[in-house]
C-alpha cells in the first residue's frame, strides 16, 4: 500500500482529481452487499439441512445477493454509491 500511494496509484494521492468519488462505490457496495447477504446466509443456514444440496444452495444464494447487490452499486442505485459530479454538493444523498 505504501508503494502503490507512492507511486499515485491510489485513488486519493493522484495528481489530479479528475474521476475521484468513484471508490465511494466500491466501499459502499461492499459494505451493503455484505449488510443484505451475510443475514439471508444466517438464515438459510438455520432452515436448510447440512447437505451437498443445501450447501449449494446456501453458496448460490450468497453469491447470487452479492452480484445482485454489487451491480446496484455499480448502476449507483444505492445510498451513497453515486460518484460524485463536479458543481453538485457530494452530502446530497
Not at 42 to 69: E, H, M
Request: aromatic fraction near 8%.
Amino acid at each position: 500500500m505504501w508503494l502503490l500511494g507512492a507511486l499515485g496509484k491510489l485513488p486519493r494521492v493522484k495528481a489530479s482529481t479528475k474521476g475521484e468519488g468513484h471508490e465511494r462505490r466500491y466501499f459502499y457496495g461492499s459494505v451493503w452487499a455484505v449488510c443484505c447477504a451475510q443475514p439471508a446466509l444466517w438464515l438459510l443456514w438455520k432452515v436448510l439441512p447440512v447437505t451437498r444440496g443445501g450447501d449449494a444452495i446456501k453458496l448460490v444464494s450468497f453469491v447470487a445477493i452479492l452480484a445482485l447487490v454489487g451491480n446496484l452499486a455499480r448502476l449507483g442505485r444505492l445510498p451513497r454509491t453515486r460518484p460524485i459530479v463536479p458543481g453538485e454538493i457530494a452530502v446530497s444523498d
